[in-house]
């Protein structure tokens, strides 16, 4: 990872160098450097030496927790801060975060509230709060946060609320009207960090993707914004790859060296099963640029590592068996891809990482395998839950599927 969030790291490592004898500014340092794989034993040592007040130990501890891997106790930790102390938006939206990986979007709703209540002069706070409200489907009401963080800032935009609000339009099948928003805050995401500014490039390419705008605009866009940043860092890779895979399950022809560009910066095999939402896209990247044996590598490292992590029970019911079927799908073995698929619970992806809208990628392909298959009963039955989901009923890539379908 190198330039990915350098500011805040830059920001976090001045307050440390000022006063090295600060609790807070050590926590928070580590907190922000071990969420990228970054030692943080120093930070730990230095915060629990200058830790005196109550709030000061809960941060300790919640650090502590962080660095053993302990998801649900540092969620807990950022719990009991901010019922106490809710003004402070750091730990809400650490809290967010673990909240986000456990798939517990109503103690992200709940610290959001909180925070909120808080912090009442703060779009981010309303950004935060409309987030977690997206994803437990409470699209009314997030809406309306996200236009009045908007509202707050409206020369100088809030990148977060207006990625929020792409993901409600669409999921609201308003795309028109998503995309037209979406080309005017553009200028808003230049000085965002590279996993922010790839993601909301992506957001827009896939509004106009749907709305079937040229292969040179789209082509252009990932040029240009989505594989331009940083392409060392797991989430550029993560918008690269998924951008290329749906175009491929859309036909339309990327041209071979992007991806070929794209593996290259993909098969670190040191990177493997720490992002498992993008192993998930590496294997569909590694078979199709015909690296087989890194695919099989791969899968095989998934396997392992779902045996004996402490998550088992949620990886074999998601990033195993999506990772088998994605593999099958990239040989054509298309029956065995979906019976991996049947096995896979979509509704737990959050967990594994993927946002709504990137779990539906892989209903994508689910619903490509079937048609290969030629079994259109199962395949209208699925396009239907999709379309369902998504509102996308009326956009001309999917009208046109279910009108072959129907035929
Ligand atoms: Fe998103």
Redesign the pocket.
Same mark, same amino acid.
Do not use: K
């Given at each position: 990872m190198q330039g990915c969030f350098k500011k805040t790291e830059e920001l976090l490592d001045e307050a440390v160098l000022i006063d090295s004898d600060n609790c807070v500014s050590n926590v928070m340092a580590g907190n922000f450097k071990i969420l990228f794989g970054k030692t943080v034993s120093d930070y730990i040592q230095r915060a629990k030496r200058f830790a005196v007040t109550e709030k000061e130990k809960i941060m300790c501890d919640l650090l502590n927790y962080q660095i053993e891997g302990k998801l649900a106790a540092a969620l807990e930790s950022c719990v009991s801060i901010v019922n106490r102390w809710p003004e402070d938006l750091w730990i809400a939206k650490l809290g967010n975060l673990f909240a986000f990986y456990l798939g517990k979007n109503e103690i992200s709703v709940r610290l959001g509230r909180l925070a909120l209540a808080a912090n009442s002069e703060s779009h981010l706070a309303y950004g935060m709060l409309a987030f977690a409200l997206e994803e437990s489907g409470e699209l009314e009401e997030a809406e309306e946060l996200c236009r009045t963080a908007l509202g707050m800032c409206s020369e100088k935009g809030d990148p977060w609320a207006e #990625?929020t609000l792409? #993901?409600i339009l669409h999921s609201q099948g308003r795309i028109q009207e998503a995309a037209k928003l979406m080309s005017t805050f553009t200028h808003h995401w230049t000085e965002c960090n590279s996993f922010m500014y790839t @993601?909301n490039w992506? @957001?827009y390419a896939l509004l106009l993707l749907d709305l079937e705008c040229g292969k040179d605009e789209l082509l252009s866009i990932f040029d240009d914004h989505i594989w331009n940043k940083d392409r060392t860092f797991i989430q550029d890779q993560i918008m690269a790859t998924s951008f290329l895979l749906i175009l491929d399950l859309r036909k339309i022809d990327y041209g071979q060296d992007r991806l070929d560009s794209v593996v290259s910066y993909i098969n670190n095999e040191n990177e493997f099963c720490v992002e498992l939402q993008s192993d998930l896209l590496r294997l569909w990247a590694f078979q199709k640029s015909g690296n087989i044996d890194l695919a099989n590598k791969l899968l095989q490292r998934i396997d392992d590592y779902s045996t004996n992590s402490t998550r088992s029970t949620l990886l074999k019911s998601t990033y195993m068996p999506c990772a088998k079927a994605v593999v099958e799908f990239g040989s054509s073995n298309y029956r065995e891809a979906v019976s991996n698929f049947e096995k896979c619970d979509f509704n737990r992806f959050q967990q594994i990482g993927a946002?709504k809208?990137?779990s539906l990628l892989f209903i994508e392909v689910l619903i490509e395998s079937l048609e290969r298959l030629g079994q259109h009963s199962e395949e209208k039955k699925l396009i239907t839950e999709y379309i369902g989901m998504k509102r996308i009923e009326n956009t001309p890539f999917w009208s046109e599927k279910i009108r072959s379908i129907s035929i």
């Open positions: #990625h792409a #993901h @993601h992506w @957001h946002s809208e990137q």
